[in-house]
């Protein structure tokens, strides 16, 4: 961080009581009224201030010409206006003590101008001097879901529902993609932020602060390039396997790295210069969008394996195939389960098809009872550190769900299980959704996804153990 | 096949007038109950017959004793008996001319007692000495929507929206889960025939049945074991690239190997040594459920592209990072534009960012016309074979899906358009399914998915070309 002292600081940034938004508008062209129309329609509870001198009152909201005009303290200022503008805005914001700020504006280092390089120097001495830390420039904004606090130019953020991960982002894009994605995978995530092109937080201070912030539990990290990423493994370091932190990094080509250069003004870099550091940090890769946001929704609900033996049970034996084949390649081991379990799979499977690891459960799709009872006995038993249930829902076994449901509900947490259960959209998407909720499995569209994720998870876990963190 | 003649008569299979249900039931906790709700409610126009000695009125469709004492013809007999009672029914078949089967029923070949494989293969010899085809035993069934045709036990098969895919399967789970997978990323699959244990149509017979069929123009095969490989590279070989022909196999670990055995009642055996004769027979092969799914929609829809070389048109940098390291990593290569383009593009964008390929069309988010004016002059660059569009919607940039949308409609599918438009659930994903149904593009929800398409048609493309086939 440029500056030690606006760390303290980041809180008024995530939940402030009263907002500003300077460049406020009416007009849908302007990402002004986008933002109004984010924090109006977001459920924040604070006191929002729009800002333009050209306008008395904006979406039935009382406008003021300038922040100088308001009575009571501003938390947060949250700038749409032209790079121009914006040195003098930040001047006015120290001058009335503005706690924290979101730059929208672009027009700074990212562009091929080097007019826009001299501004951002300056705005980030200023910032430093007036003690204001800002998120941004050239960013969409920053959301906080567990305050209902959406300062964005997308309102659509606040269909994203509240949960324990916080994504931390180099580029608006993926944030969107991101969060458009965890929307309709059921992933909860509480806080996205876009740092843009970083004037004085990165993703160094974001992660410091985010290691003690009690709504998050699971930090995602998207990232181009780094100016100090010794200040990141710093940061990344003190969590200790704390709470994880999961990494997906673009800009590996030549091409990718100059358009990383333009994009937020940092060259990406050479990824295994920086990789290698940031793993020795405890920092976790995922090699795409999609294994992110698999891996933080896993890590978010799921305790961590013991070890590399993992139980598949399934509904079919095809996706169990699948699953296997994934489990295999990617280093985890089917286990051979215990005497007991066998005997209590063979008393309530019938004697055909597949009744050891993998159990294909088909045959009992109309016994919910049996089930249960397949489940919770590889649940219990002592060579199984992980399980997979994979299962596909429709008209003929939809009892099934309900066999499942009970006892994963009721088990303890102590083994991480992974699924696959997948039906009809429209149907039993609520039921699966409400294991998920109850913390009872973590689901995932694919067979071949959820294998990766367990086999993920118990990577990450042996690199805890590796460090004594475990 | 077994018998060189069923081939004809797989016709009655996909397109019967009249379809009996042999073993049709009114209670719930029967298949035979879920065979009628997915006949009548899945748009069949044709006639269904019940058959039942217990019942007069099935679902509301007078029932009757046995086949014998229906007065017409009858296409296609599905059987939902108990193992015991197939062989007398086969028989009746065979004397009432009945032209094609499908076999439900499961406890042959598949089940741990030699007694299963010792019925499967007296069943097998009367059939064959019938000359019926027989889909089974062991299987959900069959769909064909081309027909409104839903003859399996699961009514949900028929939200699944008509399109060129037919997907053949040796395994239920596997296509219920590619099916449901389907519907929720608008890939329109028109057959789904589940083959399992392989009484007498294998895959080497459905596949010579296909590559004639008029409704379809992908082929996807989910492979485990195979009796006859040879068969099938002799099928494939046929179709000398004038159909896509992609598959998935599992069953390449010993677990799965040993489950697959008990799965259908075939050793899925050493991956290796099919894939290469496979492969050498014009099959392309995808790596899991998704890419098989991704590439299925993407050859139904795109052209092939002519060489490696790709436009990356973005909305926001961050995804076009992504998809350009997919690309670099995959063989692709991030194409050089001509002057012109690049003249046009310098016009269109104002002078920020990425203006060389990848070009971000960021600024021009308001500018549908401009949005339109840089595709249009990227497809027609002479130095682009393919072209990834990557844009996140949402409430500030929406008009930019129009001036996509017209100018990609317009396009004459030269080229290969392959997108990863993404929005908020319910927002705009129409206009984005209207984009795919008028054959503007393919989209699939990641950039690194996207570009991992694009990829793979290049490869097949490739491989085409070095058969001659193209």
Known sequence: MNHPNLLGKLHALFAPSTVAVIGASENPAKLGSHVMKS?????????????????????????????????????LAVIVLPARAVLGVVEECGQKGVKAMILITAGFKEIDDPSGTVLQQKL????????????????????????????????????????????????????????????????????????????????????????????????????????????LMEAASAYRGKKPIIAYKTGRGETGDQAS????????????????????????????????????????????????????????????????????????????????????????????ALRSNPVDMGPAWYDSEAIGGIVKAVMADGNVDGILILMMFASANRDAIYGLSGVLSEWNQQKPVVGCLVSPPGIWDEAIYRMERERALVNLPTPERAANVMAAIWKYARMLEDKGWR
Chains 1, 2 share one sequence.
């Open 39 to 75: 924090l109006k329609e977001g459920g924040f509870e604070g006191l929002i201030v729009p800002v333009n001198p050209g306008s008395a009152k904006i979406m039935g909201t009382p406008a003021l010409p300038s922040i100088a005009s308001f009575e009571g303290e501003i938390d």
């Open 261 to 352: 250069r333009s994009h937020t003004g940092t060259l990406a870099g050479s990824r295994p210069i920086y990789e290698g550091g940031l793993k020795q940090a405890g920092i976790f890769f995922a090699a795409s969008t999609e294994a992110l946001l698999d891996l933080g929704k896993a890590m978010a609900t799921c305790p961590l394996p013991r070890g590399p033996r993992v139980a598949i049970l399934s509904g079919q034996a095809g996706p169990a195939m699948a699953a296997c084949d994934t489990c295999q390649a990617e280093g985890l081991q089917v286990a051979n389960f215990e005497p007991a379990t066998q005997e209590i799979i063979h008393g309530l499977l019938p004697p055909l």
């Open 124 to 231: 980030a001495e200023r910032a430093n001097a007036l003690r204001i830390p800002v998120i941004g420039p050239n960013t969409f904004g920053m959301v906080n879901r567990h305050k209902g606090l959406n300062a964005s130019f997308t309102p659509e953020f606040s269909m994203l529902e509240m949960g324990p991960i916080a994504l931390v982002s180099q580029s608006g894009g993926i944030s969107h993609l991101l969060a458009f994605m965890a929307m309709r995978q059921d992933v909860r995530i509480g806080k996205v932020i876009g740092l843009g092109n970083r004037l004085n937080i990165d993703f160094a201070e974001m992660t410091r602060y985010l290691k003690d912030d009690p709504d998050t539990a699971v930090v995602l990290l998207y990232l181009e390039g780094l100016e100090d990423p010794r200040a």
